[in-house]
């Protein structure tokens, strides 16, 4: 399976569109807050690439998510999210993408944390506009090297060494065949996108198209027309007319992650298209959906509609978190070491494969694959041990066994119980309130620099429950 653009959406095709695939030109997104930078990029780049540009990361993402992009430039300090962060994101969304990284002049450390990260390199400010173009090509050519190798469906970790992702699995197999709707209910992390590829890789549907949009990524004019398509001149900058998803994933699958973010008006259009829209509108095309809580909860909010729902709902699929499927860590972790760049084979010591296998993981798989990539790269030897852990991983309780617990005083047991629910008291907390401290701090009645000291105690992080 390949990706290839058409128009200007990203759909994964089987082979039959590998010769269009040839003739598009490599695309580089540059993401910088300063005007003067895209225009130098612009200048020194478009000859030869596609150049697209954003002004920060919000709007960066918002592009990736409707945009094939091969490389990545990006300012590291710039409003909001840092380059770091869009690093981070890309390297979880789109690890086949390139990404260089901008940083001011001698900021060794900088550039250093974020080759460490995953980055293709970097370039210290100010640059010489041939060595930017140089490093660019370089980057593209490891990109083009990357789609060489087996495609992202056999790259993408289904793990199912747990009954509850064996079920999972039981599931994507009974239903993938059959062309009726899915909705995948998971937390963030947890792999919603990997299921619906997989659904779609295993459908009769396999050699058309696949698209994908995160529903809350755009706002609802510009999501209406992504969705849609529109007329030439609908929007300021966009100079001719071009189809919406619905008929470019035609043939194919649509996925449709946090659907519950689609504004009402456009569920109701949505719907329209699927039961008995125009000529104009309606499209063979099987939709999967996906979102983070229980449907009938966001009927009940008031954010999705209940006809839409039961059009969706025809196969209900639910993720289980990676804490409920503690037998799946460890090959997870294995899966993702066998990835590394390093050279060497890295395998994980029995302390802290024990240490990962306790951690609660709020951010999931995502956070598991970030984890083992940082003790990959910073792990001196070809063991990984509990030092390469982040602090929160190597500050996690094993389970004590029931005769170990008759060897204890009965204050440590004591302590041991508090410990434990009050780390399973700040986790529901903080993801009630989705990681905003200042609002955990006065639900819970205590100062924030308490709560702070309080999370850093049991090893949470509030931006692992931050909407991403």
Not at 207 to 227: I, R, Y
């Amino acid at each position: 399976m390949v990706v290839h653009a058409v128009g200007t959406r990203i759909l994964s095709c089987g082979p039959q569109s590998d010769r269009r695939l040839m003739a598009r030109r490599p695309r580089l997104l540059v993401v910088d807050d300063k005007p003067n930078f895209l225009a130098l990029f612009r200048r020194i780049a478009g000859g030869e690439l596609d150049v697209l540009t954003a002004s920060d990361v919000a709007e960066a993402l918002a592009l990736l998510g409707r945009e094939h992009v091969d490389v990545i430039v990006s300012d590291v300090k710039m409003p909001g999210a840092s380059g770091f962060d869009l690093l981070d994101d890309v390297k979880n969304r789109y690890p086949g993408v390139e990404v260089i990284l901008m940083t001011a002049f001698g900021a060794v450390p900088d550039a250093v944390t974020a080759i460490k990260a995953g980055a293709f390199h970097y370039l210290t400010k100010p640059f010489d506009p041939d060595e930017a173009l140089a490093l660019i090509r370089k980057a593209l050519e490891k990109h083009a090297g990357a789609a060489d190798r087996p495609s992202a469906r056999n790259e993408s970790v289904l793990i199912a060494s747990s009954p509850a992702m064996q079920s999972v699995l039981d599931v994507i197999g009974r239903t993938a065949a059959l062309d009726v709707a899915v909705l995948i209910i998971g937390e963030r992390g947890t792999g919603r996108d990997l299921v619906a590829r997989e659904i779609h890789a295993r459908s009769t549907r396999s050699s058309g198209p696949f698209a994908a949009m995160k529903c809350g990524a755009l706002a609802a004019e510009a999501t209406e027309a992504e969705l849609f398509g529109m007329g030439k001149g609908a929007l300021t900058a966009e100079p001719a007319a071009r189809s919406g998803l619905l008929h470019e994933a035609s043939g194919g699958t649509l996925f449709l992650d946090d659907l519950a973010e689609l504004p009402r008006t456009l569920q109701e259009r949505l719907l329209r298209a699927l039961v008995d829209g125009t000529e104009d509108e309606r499209a063979d095309v099987r939709i999967i959906a996906g979102a983070s809580v229980d449907a009938e909860s966001l009927v009940a909010d008031g954010r999705l509609r209940e006809d839409l729902l039961y059009r969706l709902n025809v196969v209900a699929l639910r993720l289980p978190p990676l804490r409920e499927r503690t037998q799946d860590i460890g090959p997870l972790a294995d899966a993702f070491l066998a990835r590394s760049p390093r050279r060497a084979p890295l395998t994980l010591s029995t302390e802290a494969r024990a240490r990962l296998e306790a951690f609660d993981w709020p951010g999931n798989v995502r956070q598991l694959k970030n984890t083992i990539a940082r003790a990959a790269a910073i792990s001196p030897g070809e063991e990984i041990q509990i030092d390469a852990l982040p602090a929160e991983v190597q500050g996690a309780r094993i389970a004590t066994s029931p005769v170990d617990l008759a060897t204890l005083p009965y204050r440590e047991i004591l302590a041991q119980s508090r410990d434990r629910g009050s780390k399973e008291y700040f986790m529901a907390l903080l993801k009630a309130v989705g990681g905003n401290v200042t609002q955990a701090a006065e639900r819970a009645g205590i100062h924030r620099e308490s709560l702070h000291r309080l999370l850093k105690r049991y090893g949470l992080r509030a931006e692992d429950y931050r909407p991403k």
